[in-house]
């Protein structure tokens, strides 16, 4: 039966053989738990770039660049710009789930992020999508201006920013992108902040 169980992240780590949650008590819990914080640290943000990484050679629908180069290129440019570390790693970030869940991507990236990113990112990430409207004014049925609901907000401008600078202006098939690995370092750090507990915003 063994021989079906996944692997165990260390030797010396112990499996709980419950097949249920109902079945678990706190001892199991407690196993888990002590074992749940070298995980996340050592996995996280391996399998979060590894999530990136996949999509290297991923087509695009029209676009000249995938949304593997699109978020190198953000992320380069944020770098040159000689913006902050956690900057960084959300510009490399921020459209992660662009395929996965288009509709959403935005709130996909905030929520990837929120537990170890600034107010300021967290509330960028979940509207970037609609302030990118501003620059696509004959895409049907855009709502050019809807982001002007959120002017006088803290975040605005940072938003607008972000994506005049480093999100609609990042499709460029010569712009000559940073490797993935000179930002791995960055996630790894960002992932190894303390979690903070983050809710839903409007």
């Known amino acids: 039966m063994k021989d079906r169980y996944s692997p165990l992240l260390r030797s010396g780590w112990d499996y709980v053989e419950k097949v249920s949650l109902e079945e678990f008590k706190a001892a199991d819990w407690a196993l888990l738990n002590?074992?749940?914080g070298t995980y996340y640290a050592e996995e996280q943000?391996?399998?979060?770039?590894r999530m990136l990484a996949d999509s290297k050679d991923d087509a695009t629908f029209g676009y000249m660049v995938n949304n593997y180069r699109h978020c190198l290129q953000s992320a380069t440019m944020a770098m040159h710009d000689g913006l902050e570390e956690e900057d960084i790693v959300v510009a490399l970030l921020h459209d992660i789930g662009f395929i996965?869940?288009?509709s959403m991507h935005g709130a996909f990236a905030a929520a990837l992020m929120g537990a170890y990113i600034s107010d300021r990112n967290y509330?960028?990430?979940?509207?970037?999508?609609?302030f990118q409207n501003l620059h696509s004014p004959e895409l049907p049925g855009v709502k050019q201006h809807e982001r002007e609901r959120w002017r006088g907000h803290p975040h605005f401008d940072w938003a607008a920013t972000f994506v005049a600078k480093y999100d609609q202006a990042a499709t460029d098939p010569a712009y000559d992108?940073?490797?993935?690995?000179v930002f791995e370092p960055m996630v790894q750090r960002l992932f190894a902040r303390p979690p903070k507990p983050r809710y839903p915003t409007d």
């Not at 943000?45 to 770039?49: E, K």
């Not at 509330?123 to 609609?130: E, S």
């Open 34 to 36: 002590r074992q749940r």
């Open 45 to 49: 943000a391996r399998q979060v770039l």
């Open 100 to 102: 996965a869940c288009p």
């Open 123 to 130: 509330w960028m990430l979940h509207r970037h999508a609609i």
């Open 177 to 181: 992108c940073a490797p993935l690995e």
